[in-house]
């Protein structure tokens, strides 16, 4: 029986038994735990107050007196007076000081908590921000980066400028999120602020009332438009009879885009995703480097569009206009009486109430050339009047823009153009046979079951024989019917697919004209693909144009014009159209023979160095004096009208989807209602 133990297990150590002990205590309310506390309190300063008494050289030597000057310690310890005198004495002057503790006591807890909670309050970020003329942002998605850079590199030459963002997440964790994806902000100062956008009460809260715009942004999910469209209800409720702010939204559905702008408003402006990306993608497969282009002059880096006026040129012909300046590019009018006329006929006179649409610096680079700017009227040439040839498209993919694609597609290309389209899935062929049928135009569509990730299905097409290919990604709905193990989904897909296609065209050794689409901006610098490739994500698109459009209400005009199918927007032609190649000619030269031709030159880009970054060749508004040689491979940025055989078929324009906010032409205008300016008109 020796060694064995009567208890249930051996004792544990003693640490642990005193923090079980504390909480014990604690978990047994104040009133014990201000007792203990007392206790501890005693228990230290009497034995030091004893200490201190004793150690004094000054110590009574009566017990009596020595009992008198250690409660004296102890009472200014403790902050109760140590009087002494008759017991009655004591105990009154004892229980005043306890009365005056707990009183100081009560308002230094009142004081802290109150500190306490409004800190608690603003990291919440629940107060009001009483701004004006700041930009307020709705909404949390992956476009709030963008949208912030974009607005940092704007505000740089203004002071005070402020963006308040409203979002559902935690207001420091928003603040980290920025920080993290945009960097130092410059001039411009964030202010977060947390909870749902779909409450007028907590809308509130960023000052809409007083913004100069409010940009609502687009929301992922199949309920994403549904939020745009309740978040426009709840600011409109937020502002009533208050203000009316710029208003400017995204639907990525192109069924709920007249709803969004119903809610929105005649002030607002709505964007539909799906048409703007199903654009660009179209006019960038048929002229490469194109979404580079889009890109210089959407993003707030480099030259912009600005209007001035300028009664210097009033009374002269458009033409005349196209070599005013020597370090800004003219490319349209902007009537007094509304709308833009972008590219306007060469004879069209400037009047004493209009103003100039020009890509420049600043709005203050806008200065007139000193003289007549030097032309090398030898070097001009002239296209050639033979027909394109046809060409092969490869379409990897479906989903609901692919139809829209097509739609803007198909009246530019040549006479005899093929179109194939490789899709997987069951809903995606179904609805690609039936774009197929009903097409009896100029291009050739045919459809080929089979999975763009896979290499076998790749080979069958002969992928090297196509002369462009357009990867486009997988919708959401799409992804949900793949359920098999294993199966790729989203921008995942994409990049498989450009990893085959690499491999394709090492093994043939011929370039191949890809444009990709893609959903996440992050993946597109994993892509497997050449320097300067044609990329087109349409958050990033949509968010760079809802910026302009919120610094400047004018641009919506210019975007019309700019992803349209018909009228003046921008191309890529060859070089040797204007000038002659291998001779080295001023930009002037080019511009004088895009004058001729009824085009008006913005830039050009060079094919050496397409591959090298950051413009990968693209030179947005040249100094006009400046001399450059072009190659046979070179191009010139123009704005120009497309020839089209007949008219583009059932794609909306950018009018429809910013009804209200585009005024009518005026008569004898060619682009109908194109501008985009960064300055204020």
């Not at 704007?154 to 603040?175: T, Y």
């Not at 800004?328 to 709308?339: A, C, H, K, L, N």
């Not at 739609?407 to 774009?435: F, H, K, T, Y």
């Not at 197929?436 to 045919?446: D, E, K, L, P, Q």
Request: charged letters at 25%; one cysteine or more; proline letters at 6%.
């Amino acid at each position: 029986m020796t060694g064995r133990r009567t208890t249930d297990g051996p004792p544990g150590p003693a640490l642990p038994r005193t923090r079980y002990w504390f909480d014990s205590v604690i978990a047994r309310g104040t009133p014990v735990l201000i007792g203990w506390l007392t206790l501890v309190c005693l228990a230290v300063v009497v034995p030091a107050s004893m200490a201190l008494v004793w150690a004094d050289r000054r110590v009574p030597r009566t017990w009596s007196g020595q009992l008198v000057a250690v409660w004296a310690t102890v009472g200014q310890t403790l902050k109760i007076g140590g009087a002494v005198g008759s017991p009655l004495y004591i105990l009154i002057s004892v229980l005043l000081a306890l009365v005056a503790l707990l009183f100081v006591s009560t308002l230094v807890g009142l004081i802290t908590n109150g500190l306490n909670d409004k800190v608690l309050a603003l990291r919440r970020g629940r107060s009001t921000v009483l701004e004006e003329r700041h930009t307020v942002l709705l909404g949390w998605s992956e476009q709030v980066f963008p949208i912030v850079s974009e607005l940092v590199a704007a505000n740089s030459n203004r002071r005070r400028a402020v963006v308040a963002i409203l979002g559902p997440k935690d207001k420091a964790e928003m603040e980290d999120e920025i920080a993290l994806a945009v960097g130092r902000l410059g001039r411009t100062r964030l202010i977060c602020r947390s909870g749902v956008t779909t409450d007028p009460a907590v809308v509130a809260l960023v000052g809409p009332e007083t913004a100069r715009a409010v940009l609502v942004l687009t929301h992922g999910g199949e309920d994403g438009d549904a939020q745009v469209v309740k978040t426009l209800l709840a600011l409109e409720a937020a502002v009533r009879r208050r203000g009316r702010p710029e208003v400017v939204a995204a639907v990525r559905d192109g069924r709920h885009h007249r709803a969004a702008q119903l809610a929105a408003g005649p002030r607002g402006r709505v964007l539909n995703v799906e048409d703007v990306t199903a654009r660009l993608i179209a006019q960038t497969s048929r002229q490469p480097g194109l979404s580079l282009v889009h890109q210089e002059l959407l993003d707030f880096e480099g030259d912009e569009f600005y209007t001035v006026r300028e009664p210097a040129l009033t009374g002269h012909a458009f033409g005349r206009l196209l070599l005013a300046y020597a370090t800004s590019s003219v490319v349209g009018i902007v009537p007094e009486g509304g709308g833009v006329e972008l590219n306007p006929a060469q004879d069209r006179i400037l009047g004493a109430g209009d103003r100039i649409l020009l890509v420049t610096g600043d709005d203050d680079t806008a200065v007139l050339a000193d003289g007549p700017l030097p032309v090398d009227e030898e070097a001009i040439t002239a296209p050639g009047g033979s027909a394109p040839p046809a060409e092969r498209f490869l379409v990897l993919g479906w989903n609901r823009r692919a139809p829209l694609i097509i739609d803007q597609l198909e009246p530019c290309v040549p006479e005899g153009s093929e179109l194939v389209v490789m899709a997987s899935g069951e809903e995606a062929l179904r609805n690609a046979g039936r774009c197929a049928r009903s097409r009896t135009g100029r291009m050739r569509i045919t459809l080929h079951d089979g999975d763009i990730t896979d290499p076998r299905d790749l080979d069958a097409l002969d992928v090297p024989s196509f002369d462009r290919a357009v990867v486009l990604g997988y919708d959401a709905a799409d992804d949900a019917d793949r359920t098999a193990p294993g199966a790729l989904t989203g921008d995942d897909r994409t990049l498989v697919t450009l990893l085959h296609l690499r491999a394709l065209q090492e093994a043939s050794g011929r370039e191949l004209a890809v444009v990709t689409e893609m959903a996440d901006d992050r993946n597109r610098l994993l892509a497997p693909a050449r320097e300067g490739s044609d990329f087109v994500v349409g958050g990033r698109l949509i968010s760079l144009l809802m910026t302009q459009i919120a610094e400047n209400r004018h641009l919506a005009d210019v975007f019309d014009a700019l992803f349209s199918a018909e009228g003046d927007s921008l191309h890529l032609k060859p070089a040797s159209h204007y000038v002659l190649p291998g001779r080295e000619v001023t930009f002037a030269t080019v511009v004088e023979s895009g004058r001729r031709q009824g085009h008006s030159v913005l830039g050009y880009r060079l094919y050496g160095d397409a591959r090298h970054g950051p413009a990968y060749g693209v030179h947005i508004n040249p100094d006009k004096q400046e001399r450059v040689r072009f190659g046979a491979q070179d191009s010139v940025i123009v704005l120009a009208r497309e020839p089209v055989a007949r008219a583009a078929s059932a794609a909306p324009s950018l009018s429809e989807a910013l009804p209200g906010a585009l005024p009518e032409p005026p008569p004898g205008s060619r682009a109908g209602g194109d501008s985009k300016t960064t300055g204020a008109p």
